[in-house]
């Protein structure tokens, strides 16, 4: 704490070292990889050297209409997140309100969290047939686990403080949900609610590969299949990255979300 | 809060079948008898919904099937493999980062950003470097679970009490002996939840891989079982991977929950 409130604490150089350092690697990695590529040590028919790779980003941005299928996935990863909050915190709601039920399906909950619900996706292909429901169904079922069990979580650890203050003001018990339980749970639903959203990308972008249906898998897939190398290599990265951006903006919005402890 | 919860134990005597019980049969008949409903109602596809019959039967056949039992022991051969080479290296890398701090700051939200990334993309490499056989399915399955097993294993290294490395040092303990004596039994727990995370990455992961290019393997089976429309088995193959993929993951839970018990 005493650390942040001293204002104008001077970063040091020591501070921007292991920055440095990491970022330093990863360029020499690519470096020696290039360089093995160019010696003839490494199969450039296998590996193809990271110029190529950053080379052919442009092409496949250009050519591939790659804002068409991001903006795909991404409605498919928003529709499946709008499904995962409306159900999965009713649900949560729910399983709170009658303990009976909790009792009996939390751990059923917990035991679909880890089972491979994504290996459904032949069944969902039966049920649903070969279009974007299929891919939002699968993000929205196979994410559906850790978004129930944070809402019961979120309302169970409500401070009794604020329980009792409720109670003393003679709330009905929809105003004590809505007035006290809700608010305060919040920070905890929207960590499950943001690792709903994780799920539910990494298993849309998994089943458009696989079904070769879509937007932004669909591409990786169909560069590999013309054995488009350097473009391969290139969509791959460009996925991570969007990836990784997306869990950036969602880290941001939880930690707005969430009040100062 | 969970400690004033388990004050309230009322000592009466339990009645011969709980309310939570008689719940859980009610809520399985009521989906089941949906299921025979939609069935015959004739509303999908036919055999969309097999009628839980011919599921059974088909269970029955699976389970009674040589060639199934062969197609299992290759994934979990595959897995198996994916876990031990991908948890050792993630347990080396998590300790390495756990123990050094410049290290950690360096690295570490790499593989914090990378680690919840699909790694299903990644398999037309995979099958450039490793070719179409199990080595690829290895490759995605170890891919998939050095990233929880590593951030799991990092961060556990660093909540280690500090008194337990002031004894180890004061020992004079060597970089070995404090791995072996110190650091794994102190960290046992975010070690055994890092497998258990790895573990279901490393099922979905090889198995994914599976379903998309292989001639064997139960993944191979389901996408098998797609493609020539035999509903029934399909479900059946899915109810049994669930249930030993639900076991495995208690397995580990269990087997980590006991070895404290025995300790404390």
Redesign the interface.
Same mark, same amino acid.
């Given at each position: 704490m005493s650390a942040t409130t001293t204002p104008a604490r001077r970063a040091s150089p020591g501070d921007y070292?292991?920055?440095v350092?990491?970022i330093g690697?990863?360029v020499v990695f690519f470096l020696l990889v290039e360089l093995l590529i160019q010696l003839g040590a490494v199969n450039r028919f296998?590996?193809p050297p990271p110029s190529e790779v950053l080379g052919s980003f442009g092409r496949v941005i250009v050519e591939e209409d790659i804002l068409q299928r991001f903006l795909l996935t991404l409605t498919e990863c928003l529709t499946a997140g709008v499904m995962l909050t409306v159900f999965g915190v009713s649900g949560g709601v729910l399983m709170h309100r009658f303990k009976?039920?909790q009792?009996?399906?939390e751990t059923w909950v917990a035991?679909m969290a880890?089972?491979?619900i994504?290996?459904?996706?032949? @069944?969902f @292909?039966?049920?649903f047939g070969r279009n974007a429901w299929t891919i939002i169904m699968m993000g929205f079922v196979a994410a559906l686990p850790p978004v129930i069990l944070k809402t019961i979580e979120g309302i169970?650890?409500t401070r009794?403080v604020l329980v009792n203050v409720g109670r003393s003001f003679n709330l009905t018990p929809t105003q004590q949900f809505w007035k006290i339980l809700f608010p305060a749970a919040l920070p905890t639903i929207f960590v499950g609610v943001r690792l709903g959203l994780?799920f539910a990308?990494?298993?849309i972008?998994?089943v458009e590969?696989?079904i070769n249906f879509g937007g932004l898998?669909q591409l990786?897939?169909e560069l590999?299949e013309r054995y488009d190398?350097a473009g391969?290599?290139a969509a791959?990265c460009f996925?991570?990255l969007v990836?990784?951006l997306f869990?950036?903006v969602l880290e941001k919005a939880e930690r707005w979300l969430r009040p100062v402890d | 809060m969970a400690e004033t919860g388990r004050l309230t134990r009322t000592p009466v005597a339990a009645p011969l079948v709980s309310p939570v019980t008689l719940l859980r049969i009610a809520i399985i008949l009521a989906l089941l008898a949906a299921w025979e409903f939609l069935a015959h109602s004739g509303w999908l596809y036919r055999d969309v919904v097999p009628s839980l019959m011919s599921i059974g039967h088909a269970l029955a056949e699976l389970l009674m099937s040589a060639d199934y039992y062969f197609h299992l022991s290759v994934t979990a051969a595959e897995i198996g493999m994916a876990l031990s080479i991908g948890g050792a290296l993630g347990l080396t890398v998590g300790i390495l980062l756990g123990a050094n701090r410049f290290l950690s700051k360096a690295f570490e939200s790499y593989l914090y950003y990378l680690g919840p990334t699909p790694k299903i993309i990644f398999f037309p490499i995979m099958i450039m470097w490793f070719g179409v056989g199990p080595e690829s399915k290895i490759a995605l399955g170890t891919l998939s679970c050095f990233f929880p097993v590593a951030l799991n294993v990092a961060a556990g290294m660093r909540q280690i009490d500090k008194v337990l490395i002031r004894v180890g040092e004061s020992f004079r303990a060597n970089s070995w002996q404090m791995v072996v004596k110190i650091y794994l039994p102190a960290m046992r727990h975010p070690i055994i939840n890092g497998i258990r995370l790895g573990l279901g990455v490393a099922l979905i992961g090889t198995l994914l891989a599976e379903t998309k290019l292989s001639n064997k393997g139960i993944g191979f089976l389901i996408i098998q079982a797609y493609s020539i429309f035999d509903m029934p088995r399909m479900y059946a193959m899915l109810i049994v991977l669930f249930v030993l993929a639900i076991g495995a993951n208690a397995l580990v839970g269990r087997f980590g929950g006991l070895h404290d018990i025995k300790r404390l």
């Amino acid at each position: 704490m005493s650390a942040t409130t001293t204002p104008a604490r001077r970063a040091s150089p020591g501070d921007y070292l292991p920055p440095v350092v990491g970022i330093g690697s990863l360029v020499v990695f690519f470096l020696l990889v290039e360089l093995l590529i160019q010696l003839g040590a490494v199969n450039r028919f296998i590996v193809p050297p990271p110029s190529e790779v950053l080379g052919s980003f442009g092409r496949v941005i250009v050519e591939e209409d790659i804002l068409q299928r991001f903006l795909l996935t991404l409605t498919e990863c928003l529709t499946a997140g709008v499904m995962l909050t409306v159900f999965g915190v009713s649900g949560g709601v729910l399983m709170h309100r009658f303990k009976l039920l909790q009792q009996a399906c939390e751990t059923w909950v917990a035991a679909m969290a880890s089972a491979p619900i994504v290996l459904m996706y032949p @069944l969902f @292909l039966v049920i649903f047939g070969r279009n974007a429901w299929t891919i939002i169904m699968m993000g929205f079922v196979a994410a559906l686990p850790p978004v129930i069990l944070k809402t019961i979580e979120g309302i169970a650890g409500t401070r009794k403080v604020l329980v009792n203050v409720g109670r003393s003001f003679n709330l009905t018990p929809t105003q004590q949900f809505w007035k006290i339980l809700f608010p305060a749970a919040l920070p905890t639903i929207f960590v499950g609610v943001r690792l709903g959203l994780i799920f539910a990308l990494i298993n849309i972008v998994g089943v458009e590969f696989l079904i070769n249906f879509g937007g932004l898998g669909q591409l990786i897939n169909e560069l590999a299949e013309r054995y488009d190398l350097a473009g391969t290599y290139a969509a791959i990265c460009f996925v991570i990255l969007v990836s990784i951006l997306f869990f950036m903006v969602l880290e941001k919005a939880e930690r707005w979300l969430r009040p100062v402890d | 809060m969970a400690e004033t919860g388990r004050l309230t134990r009322t000592p009466v005597a339990a009645p011969l079948v709980s309310p939570v019980t008689l719940l859980r049969i009610a809520i399985i008949l009521a989906l089941l008898a949906a299921w025979e409903f939609l069935a015959h109602s004739g509303w999908l596809y036919r055999d969309v919904v097999p009628s839980l019959m011919s599921i059974g039967h088909a269970l029955a056949e699976l389970l009674m099937s040589a060639d199934y039992y062969f197609h299992l022991s290759v994934t979990a051969a595959e897995i198996g493999m994916a876990l031990s080479i991908g948890g050792a290296l993630g347990l080396t890398v998590g300790i390495l980062l756990g123990a050094n701090r410049f290290l950690s700051k360096a690295f570490e939200s790499y593989l914090y950003y990378l680690g919840p990334t699909p790694k299903i993309i990644f398999f037309p490499i995979m099958i450039m470097w490793f070719g179409v056989g199990p080595e690829s399915k290895i490759a995605l399955g170890t891919l998939s679970c050095f990233f929880p097993v590593a951030l799991n294993v990092a961060a556990g290294m660093r909540q280690i009490d500090k008194v337990l490395i002031r004894v180890g040092e004061s020992f004079r303990a060597n970089s070995w002996q404090m791995v072996v004596k110190i650091y794994l039994p102190a960290m046992r727990h975010p070690i055994i939840n890092g497998i258990r995370l790895g573990l279901g990455v490393a099922l979905i992961g090889t198995l994914l891989a599976e379903t998309k290019l292989s001639n064997k393997g139960i993944g191979f089976l389901i996408i098998q079982a797609y493609s020539i429309f035999d509903m029934p088995r399909m479900y059946a193959m899915l109810i049994v991977l669930f249930v030993l993929a639900i076991g495995a993951n208690a397995l580990v839970g269990r087997f980590g929950g006991l070895h404290d018990i025995k300790r404390l």
